[in-house]
């Protein structure tokens, strides 16, 4: 509430003009047009039918309150976040992981959202933006995995640039405004960030005492395991919390050698925990058999000690999970009073 009571007419209308204007976001006026990756995209109106590829953003239009105009849904790495499950079951699942490109323009969507170029890029799985654009479907694609990153190289990519937050603040807000939402956006982006803080805060006594890996997977159980490079959502992870990545790669998932992280000696190790079964170590409960049996892993004392942690891995790519991320390896070392 605000108090005018000793204030000039003129100054008390400019108060109140000041909290009328940052009480509401700006309508969205279309044509609007955003900038995706580099390519402008342009609505006429607010999408009614939208393909998303990639849980991430699919949970990201969730939470601005848009999935009844979801019409189709893939690549899902674990189930759908809590309170979104009757939402999700509503909408058609075209595949686990890669749809074609035939399913996708089949639900006639006027607008596509790809959390990954790997899927829909230059050189994507599913298909490029030019194919969709020729068919008149605007496709956006997640800022995290566009911004400051190389995907040319294939695989995971090279981040230029070290990620942060922002680059998913940016995604709510755009899509917010494509939706014609952006009260509901700027909500979602205040409720991360509050969380952060908090998670911050709870072990704030260890910055610069611990280290880590990020362990997201491993093709094959004999070779170099998948672990998170400096430049990503776990060095992002890490950092917010004061943690050490013992991994100096600018890879988003480069191979190292178990004998290379052992000399590292990580305080603790961070287990990919997903449903997806792409690969073997893809389940935590391989991960960890094969840290308490492997002759070098086993010996280490993060293994030792019981410092596993096990962390969602969609908290380990650049989304809106990251945040959750945060608070759950914060738990974790308070709980095994690391912070002290």
């Not at 893939?74 to 399913?103: H, M, Q, T």
């Not at 068919?135 to 956006?140: E, M, N, R, S, T």
């Not at 400096?230 to 919390?241: E, T």
Request: glycine fraction near 8%; charge should be negative.
């Amino acid at each position: 509430m605000f108090y005018f009571k000793h204030l000039p007419v003129t100054a008390a209308l400019m108060a109140v003009a000041f909290a009328a204007g940052t009480a509401h976001a700006t309508e969205t006026v279309y044509p609007l047009t955003i900038n995706s990756c580099g390519e402008d995209i342009t609505f006429r109106q607010a999408p009614s039918r939208t393909v998303s590829v990639g849980q991430s953003t699919t949970e990201v239009l969730y939470l601005l309150g848009v999935a009844d105009r979801v019409v189709g849904t893939a690549l899902w790495i674990g189930p759908v976040l809590k309170g979104y499950e009757e939402a999700n079951a509503k909408v058609e699942r075209l595949a686990d992981n890669d749809p074609s490109f035939e399913a996708v323009v089949g639900k006639k969507p006027d607008l596509v959202t790809t959390q990954f170029q790997w899927q829909i890029g230059p050189e994507g799985v599913v298909g490029t933006p030019a194919q969709f654009a020729e068919l008149g479907i605007p496709v956006y694609t997640s800022p995290a995995d566009c911004m400051g990153k190389d995907n040319s190289g294939g695989g995971d990519g090279v981040r230029n640039t070290v990620f942060t937050m922002d680059l998913i603040y940016q995604e709510i807000r755009d899509l917010a405004k494509i939706f014609n939402v952006q009260d509901r956006g700027e909500e979602v982006v205040a409720d991360l960030k509050k969380r952060e803080e908090a998670a911050r805060a709870k072990i704030a006594s260890a910055n610069g005492k611990l280290s880590a890996v990020f362990w997201f997977s491993s093709a094959e159980l004999d070779i170099d395991p998948y672990v998170a490079g400096r430049k990503g959502a776990p060095g992002y992870i890490m950092s917010a919390l004061g943690l050490k990545n013992v991994i100096e790669s600018d890879e988003e998932w480069p191979t190292v050698g178990w004998e290379t992280i052992a000399k590292a000696n990580p305080t603790v190790i961070v287990a990919g925990q997903m449903d997806r079964r792409r690969f073997p170590a893809d389940d935590v409960a391989v991960k960890r058999k094969f840290l308490a049996t492997d002759p070098v892993a086993s010996i280490m004392p993060a293994v030792k000690d019981k410092h596993v942690f096990d962390m969602d891995a969609q908290a380990m790519n650049p989304t809106i999970r990251t945040i959750e991320g945060i608070e759950t390896l914060a738990d974790a070392i308070s709980a095994a009073g690391l912070a002290k």
